[in-house]
């Protein structure tokens, strides 16, 4: 009947987080038997009696309404195929392209090349992960100039940070414009060096994103690399949780929260039944 | 003549010295090095990523493919020819059905895990070190899996039940000697792996399954520390 | 084999170029920076003599093998060295499997090239019976982690390798038995040390990672020996060179082919 863990611990495949049938497994837990186990690399997460985690690594699922950026791959008859750095590709239609009239038969590249990175929104995903992306919105446009670095997926929400804190304090620090999309695909443009400070940053906050205090590391790194006057990075407000406003929430995961979204369950109710996990507990179970 | 004394001091059940670690390949969505004695094995995992040939896809769940390949200079002998060989294709196809009953890819439709193996040395085990380091770079790349996979062979040497066989007990007894490699799921106790060169009495193979788990065990603990290892330390872990 | 060349989309290597116009490459280095380098020896236990060779997040592993066999027919007394090299799928998602590409074979002949036309070592040291038993020499390269800079990287790591090798045992029936092994070392008398300088716009640059490398115009790969002298070269790139950029090459090269040098004597004691 107890907890194996803390909140925040890094947890790995099978380890056994609490035993006995007081909590409840959620997202990256399952029960067996008496214990609920980790499956998957994540994050501790302890919401009262409910076990989850918060992932570490994988790959960027394209979820409705997310702000990617992708890089044109394919030009088809009428639109463009866009990689977002995911197992699933999206397409951008010609009528989803631009509020411009585009001629039938126009020739594509004009308005999307190969290799040019797209801001874009995604508006629709399939069952089976087919995805329709626009580029009518305000901040959706073709990008030009700049650099492109790629970074976890999962990690994206603690680059931004609370209401967009974290990389405010880059962008206040390095003078760079940059624009971050929630498949870990970055964009940015600013003066050489202060670029390569920003690219820094944005790794430092990668491979720290599981800590604590990671603002006022950030914010000791900016000064130490740029200069500036660590008051001028003070506006800040208070860090909040991995994930935990609306404006950072987590990515979507395997079935988590954001599955109704992506439209109607694939296959017949059989393809479910081969899933090599224990159900979900009932509610009375606990 | 009963093998009393194993050549190299260790206890029948003992597995050799063994080092993990996670992270090791920069480029790779997720990665694992795994060496047992003088058995080395790298491995990385590319995906879940859009499958090529598209043939190979499966509409309703992520397909895993594996290629277990070892390095020119990692044989006991002459020089190995690089490229797939009977052998390696065997052996990359039993590593995927050791691998497969953790995963959980059914949120990967059409996509493909890959995962490559490459061992730099190996002093028999081969396999089960290149399972170890797989499943260690499966769980760094994020992939929802039920529980880690530890491998290791159990065999018979002059009649004597030992674990985690070197090349030379590989080789010391020509009549009486057996190799079975194991893989389990620790969790379960499930076996996912299980093959076996030599003859043995069918009772010896149960006590010689039983006689394996405490290893297996605790490679899966060795797996386990080496990915939590590369977020224990705030400056990173050590590359390739 | 890579999936498609990787290129550098034209719109991001005009802003890379406007970077190293002020100096500063991608990765915070300067042009004629290398990336802190390391070498370590005896990696494979299976290996006759092996390295792994770090710079950045390049990792390449060189392994050397040792044989008899039958020499060729018109050097009946000399042994054969020769250097192999594969673009492993674990290294990188633009490595396919397959047999080795253009780009494997090229990063091969061109390090084998600084090791024959140097004359690094004496062929006829490696002739065990004449036109029956001679040593056969090979050297595998794999990159375990790719991050550019392969050409280099991969000849530091095969001269480390082979300057870690020991000759295995020849039993009395003429056969090798590898598992014990002489003291008997490789007689090296040249240590050639491949430096390839890219060429981005008008700028020139040593040790390119995989993002620097897609935005290439050209590279000139130079072998340099100890005393300065090149030992072999190799032109890559779709774009011209120019007299002029010869000559800068050449004396970059020749700057940084020092720099290796030093860390290879010092890493294998020699």
Request: net charge negative.
């Amino acid at each position: 009947m107890e907890l194996q863990v803390k909140d925040r611990d890094v947890v790995v495949p099978g380890q056994v987080v609490a035993t006995g049938m007081e909590y409840l497994p959620s997202t990256g837990t399952y029960r067996l038997g008496d214990d609920i186990r980790a499956n998957r690399l994540g994050l501790m997460k302890i919401e009262g009696k409910v076990l989850k985690t918060i992932p570490l690594a994988g790959v960027y699922l394209p979820q409705k309404n997310d702000v990617v950026i992708g890089k044109v791959i394919d030009i088809l008859m009428s639109g463009w195929r866009l990689a977002l750095n995911s197992p699933y590709s999206a397409v951008l239609q010609v009528k989803d392209a631009t509020f411009d009239f585009i001629a039938k038969g126009a020739d594509l590249t004009k308005y999307f090349d190969l290799e040019d990175h797209v801001v874009a929104k995604v508006i629709q995903v399939t069952s089976q992960n087919l995805v329709d992306v626009t580029c009518k919105g305000p901040g959706l446009k073709k990008l030009t100039g700049g650099r492109i670095i790629k970074v976890c997926p999962h990690k994206v929400p603690r680059i931004i940070g609370t209401k967009g804190s974290m990389v405010g304090m880059i962008k206040k620090a390095t003078g760079c414009k940059i624009i971050i999309g929630q498949n870990g695909v970055i964009w940015m443009e600013g003066a050489p060096d202060k670029e390569y400070v920003a690219v820094e940053t944005i790794r430092l906050i990668e491979e720290l994103a599981h800590t604590t205090g990671l603002t006022e590391r950030v914010k000791q790194h900016l000064v130490e690399r740029t200069g500036v006057d660590a008051a001028s990075l003070e506006h800040v407000e208070q860090e909040e949780e991995f994930g935990g406003s609306p404006d950072d929430r987590p990515r979507r995961y395997p079935r988590e929260e954001g599955r109704p979204e992506r439209g109607p369950p694939r296959g017949s109710s059989n393809d479910r039944r081969r899933r090599p996990y224990p159900a979900r507990p009932r509610r009375g179970e606990q | 003549m009963a093998y009393e004394r194993r050549h190299d001091g260790r206890a029948a059940d003992e597995p050799r010295k063994i080092t993990a670690k996670a992270g090791v390949i920069k480029k790779a969505d997720g990665s694992g090095y795994f060496k047992i004695g003088d058995t080395a094995a790298y491995a990385a995992v590319y995906g879940p990523q859009e499958c090529h040939p598209a043939w190979m896809r499966n509409p309703k769940r992520g397909i895993l493919r594996c290629t277990y390949s070892m390095m020119p200079f990692s044989g006991d002998g002459e020089r190995v020819r690089p490229g797939p060989s009977r052998r390696s294709k065997e052996i990359s196809m039993v590593t995927e059905k050791a691998l497969l009953p953790v995963l959980d890819l059914d949120d990967y439709p059409n996509a493909v895990v890959d995962v490559f193996i490459e061992l730099p040395e190996t002093d028999a085990g081969s396999r089960c070190a290149g399972i170890c380091a797989a499943a260690i770079a499966l769980a760094d790349a994020g992939i929802t899996m039920k529980d880690v996979v530890p491998a290791v062979s159990v065999g018979q040497v002059e009649g004597t039940l030992v674990v985690d066989l070197d090349g030379e007990e590989e080789h010391m007894d020509e009549n009486a000697a057996a190799d079975i490699p194991v893989a389990c799921i620790p969790s379960t106790g499930e076996i996912t792996l299980l093959q076996m060169d030599g003859v043995m009495e069918p009772e010896k193979l149960l006590r010689a399954l039983d006689m394996v788990r405490p290893a297996l065990d605790r490679i899966a603990e060795a797996q386990r520390n080496a990915i939590k290892e590369r977020y224990a330390h705030s400056a990173g872990g050590g590359a390739a | 084999m890579t999936k498609v060349p990787l290129v550098m989309s034209q719109d991001r290597k005009q802003h890379l170029i406007k970077s190293l116009e002020a100096g500063v490459r991608i990765d915070g280095r300067k042009k004629d920076e290398f990336r802190p380098l390391s070498i370590e020896l005896g990696v494979s236990s299976t290996a006759e003599g092996s390295a792994l060779v770090r710079a950045g997040d390049s990792s390449v592993i060189a392994g050397v093998k040792m044989g008899l066999g039958k020499p060729y027919p018109d050097t009946p007394d000399s042994g054969v060295l020769m250097v192999n090299a594969e673009l492993l799928p674990l290294s990188n998602p633009e490595f396919e499997s397959g047999p080795p590409g253009i780009e494997s074979i090229e990063i091969a002949r061109v390090i084998d090239r600084g090791i024959r036309e140097s004359h690094a070592f004496d062929a006829k040291s490696l002739c065990v019976e004449p036109g029956e038993s001679v040593w056969m020499v090979q050297c595998d390269v794999m990159p375990i982690n790719f991050d550019g800079n392969l050409i280099d990287l991969g000849g530091l790591a095969a001269l480390a390798a082979l300057l870690d090798a020991r000759f295995p045992m020849v039993g009395g029936d003429g056969t090798v038995d590898y598992h014990e092994r002489t003291d008997r070392k490789l007689e090296l008398e040249q240590l050639p040390v491949p430096v390839t300088v890219g060429k981005i716009g008008k700028h020139l640059l040593v040790d390119p990672t995989q993002e620097e490398e897609s935005a290439l115009d050209a590279r000139l790969t130079l072998t340099m020996l100890a005393n300065g002298d090149l030992c072999a070269l190799q032109k890559g790139g779709d774009e011209p060179l120019t007299r002029d950029d010869i000559k800068a090459m050449v004396s970059l090269a020749g700057e940084k082919g020092k720099e290796l040098r030093a860390k290879l004597l010092e890493v294998t004691g020699r």
